[in-house]
């Protein structure tokens, strides 16, 4: 078994102050929380710092790792002093950092008897219950909350803000006998947009006369219409970029409005002759 340095987990000091280490706990707890990161090996950096925090908030727990850690290096082969009592600190709490924990945690703050130290082996969780959770383009978006039923349970679902598709939703413990549900995030069909990363593209029909004069025009966009200046000359094709309209992130990501040119149909002598009159300026043939 190898030492922790706990320390070092969180990137801070041990004569740091509990606000200090709080607040380095909170910034990478929200990075490499596994609801929400991008991060490859997310989930073990997120039980890690968890079980760096759940040492270092306690006065009581800290103190005594800190007296053992002067004769450790982190990585280095460890094993429990004969005279160390874990069972004397007592297990993780209900708070944020409760959750699965390595055996040197164990070994030094166990839950009972039956381990050395004190501690002693917590039962085993079944395997997590995997599903595809399809969720609107907006719901993306903007979270909210959502209810679903899986393996005969009725779960209600918080949905981050700008949540990726591809990424995991963890339901602790809401499972069969206990399991964790994670529930992987895939985008349903959206009638107007095509999503590319955090960034939405749409399209826009212009009359033409619009597109070679210019003009504003409304498009639609997750967070409703905004106007939209077309430059003159804007050939059928084009994309324009509303930034930071697309979905929520760090940075948020753009939404494009590709340009389409729609002709309106000659209904009429008078609409025929325009166009006629149309083509003769740009140097078409005349009438067929």
Avoid: C
Wanted: charged share 25%.
């Amino acid at each position: 078994m190898q030492f922790h340095d706990y320390y070092r987990e969180l990137g801070v000091q041990p004569g740091d102050s509990e606000a200090t280490i709080k607040q380095a706990y909170r910034r990478l707890a929200r990075k490499y929380h596994p609801d929400v990161s991008k991060e490859p090996d997310a989930e073990a950096r997120f039980k890690a710092i968890n079980e760096a925090w759940e040492v270092l908030r306690d006065k009581d727990r800290r103190a005594a790792y800190d007296d053992l850690r002067t004769g450790y290096r982190d990585g280095q082969q460890f094993r429990p002093p004969p005279d160390w009592d874990g069972a004397g600190f007592g297990g993780p709490g209900p708070g944020e950092g409760a959750g699965d924990f390595s055996d040197f945690f164990e070994s030094l703050f166990g839950r009972g008897q039956g381990r050395p130290g004190g501690a002693r082996t917590r039962p085993r969780r079944p395997p997590a219950l995997r599903a595809t959770l399809e969720l609107p383009l907006e719901q993306v978006a903007h979270g909210g909350r959502q209810r679903i039923t899986l393996a005969g349970r009725t779960l209600d679902v918080r949905i981050p803000a700008g949540i990726a598709p591809g990424q995991s939703i963890r339901l602790s413990g809401q499972g069969p006998d206990g399991a964790d549900v994670l529930l992987e995030v895939a985008l349903a069909p959206h009638p107007q947009f095509e999503v590319d990363g955090r960034d939405l593209q749409g399209r826009v029909a212009l009359k033409p006369w619009q597109a070679a004069l210019g003009a504003e025009v409304a498009v639609p966009t997750l967070a409703g219409p905004v106007s939209l200046r077309v430059p003159a000359g804007t050939p059928s094709g084009r994309r324009l970029r509303l930034k930071g309209r697309g979905l929520p992130g760090d940075p948020p990501g753009d939404h494009f409005v590709r340009i389409e040119i729609d002709a309106p149909a000659a209904a009429s002598p008078a609409q025929r002759q325009a166009w006629l009159a149309l083509a003769e300026a740009y140097g078409e043939a005349g009438e067929p």
